[in-house]
């Protein structure tokens, strides 16, 4: 029973325009959401949290954003670069500790 | 700094075979975490700890053991390992729930 969807197994997106990445989760007990971005052979990497009193975090070119009556979040990255090529993986929490993680997107970046 | 090392990277058993993954921290952390990650899964939480002495079970708890003696390190143990537990294992820590979790580089392992 998956509390964190990721339905978009891949994305490939031309340099220098944006990226959008979705999430969906089922628990309405989560109140902290993060991104994590991953390279193979490596362990992720954190890149942006948001919580739940907020509806958006920005941190460069990365924007969180967060609809809780929908219970969807969204990372958008601006402009998108090749070096962003990578799995990026969305995570929630609620009061207990514990991560739950979607299943992944793998993100391409075209030249 | 090294942050959160994994020890080892790579390890191949034999089915029944028994072994420990070590995780340590320098960081000062009191949370630390065990995941695995399995191919359009994304990473599952096995077990972790809230501080020195404590463990607790995640979400895919069986057939693992681990043990947190000291702050800085946290042991995942395979008592008999099956073939369905090969899988890349990710270590983590965190100072507290609500700050970013750092993670290992993993360890692959194969159980044939």
């Known amino acids: 029973d998956q509390q964190v969807k990721q339905n978009s197994p891949s994305l490939s997106v031309q340099e220098g325009r944006i990226s959008i990445l979705n999430c969906d989760y089922t628990?309405?007990?989560?109140?902290?959401f993060l991104w994590y971005k991953k390279y193979p052979a490596e362990g992720p990497t954190f890149l942006i949290s948001?919580?739940?009193?907020?509806d958006k975090n920005e941190d460069g070119r990365f924007t969180v954003f967060l609809n809780k009556s929908a219970k969807h979040l969204s990372l958008h990255i601006v402009p998108s670069q090749p070096g962003d090529s990578a799995v990026y993986f969305c995570?929630?929490?609620?009061?207990?500790?514990?991560?739950?993680f979607g299943a992944g997107t793998t993100v391409t970046v075209r030249a | 700094n090294a942050g959160v090392t994994q020890t080892p990277k790579f390890r191949v058993l034999k089915t029944g075979q028994s072994m420990t993954l070590l995780c340590a921290q320098d960081m000062n952390h009191e949370y630390m975490y065990w995941y695995r990650q399995d191919p359009g899964m994304g990473l599952r939480l096995i077990h972790y700890s809230v501080g020195e002495g404590t463990t607790a079970k995640g979400e895919v708890p069986d057939g693992y053991n681990v043990s947190r003696l000291k702050k800085q390190n946290f042991l995942l143990g395979l008592e008999s390992a099956a073939p369905s537990q090969t899988s890349v294992y990710f270590c983590a820590s965190s100072y507290s729930r609500y700050n970013e979790q750092f993670f290992g580089p993993g360890t692959r392992l194969t159980v044939l």
């Open positions: 948001i919580s739940s009193i907020k």
């Open positions: 628990n309405s007990m989560f109140d902290y």
């Open positions: 995570a929630a929490s609620a009061t207990d500790y514990k991560l739950s």
